[in-house]
């Protein structure tokens, strides 16, 4: 918490691979300030599969997390994109079959743009990593299920009268 403002690790690791549903996590040194996280700070850059660059950008929300072997949240900043609706797959926060390249922004706290920790000290290095997101058709091909069978109803609840 009184040192440098620095990223450890990235999950998914540089040119690694992600479902549609899995979160970007992103440990640091020191408390994520939540506020200065956003699509200026950590920016993405979508790539078909030749590597030409498009004109869209993930959509989701952030979030603290427990980085492993801490007692509370705020190490680990989450990236979780939004959850496909239609038959294609189209309209999530990932897209199948794309490459992201995503810059954390460091540096001065100019106007805002750079990542801070709980005590306003921006990233002290800018990271860049990339990732390619499923390809495929199916849910079994685009999404991680960490249950098998698939989603089911835990509990049936009463009715009241």
């Known amino acids: 918490g009184n040192g440098k403002f620095l990223v450890l690790k990235t999950e998914p690791l540089n040119n690694g691979r992600l479902f549609l549903n899995d979160p970007i996590r992103i440990d640091f040194t020191n408390q994520v ?4 996280a956003d699509l200026n700070t950590m920016s993405f850059q979508v790539l078909d599969q030749n590597g030409t660059p498009l004109a869209e950008q ?6 603290l997390d427990t980085s492993p072997g801490d007692s509370v949240s705020g190490r680990r ?3 979780v994109p939004t959850f496909p609706t239609n038959d294609t797959y189209s309209n999530g926060g990932f897209r199948p079959g794309r490459t992201y390249l995503v810059r954390l922004v460091g540096g001065t706290n100019i106007n805002g743009t750079v990542l801070r920790d709980n005590n306003n ?3 002290a ?8 997101t499923a390809d495929g058709t199916t849910p079994a091909q685009l999404f991680r299920n960490r249950v098998a069978g698939g989603p089911r109803r835990t509990e049936i609840g009463r009715a009241h009268v």
Do not use: E, H
């Open 125 to 132: 290095v800018p990271v860049t990593f990339s990732f390619s």
């Open 33 to 36: 300030n939540l506020v200065s």
């Open 121 to 123: 000290r921006g990233l």
């Open 77 to 79: 900043l989450l990236f």
């Open 58 to 63: 993930p959509a989701g929300r952030f979030a």
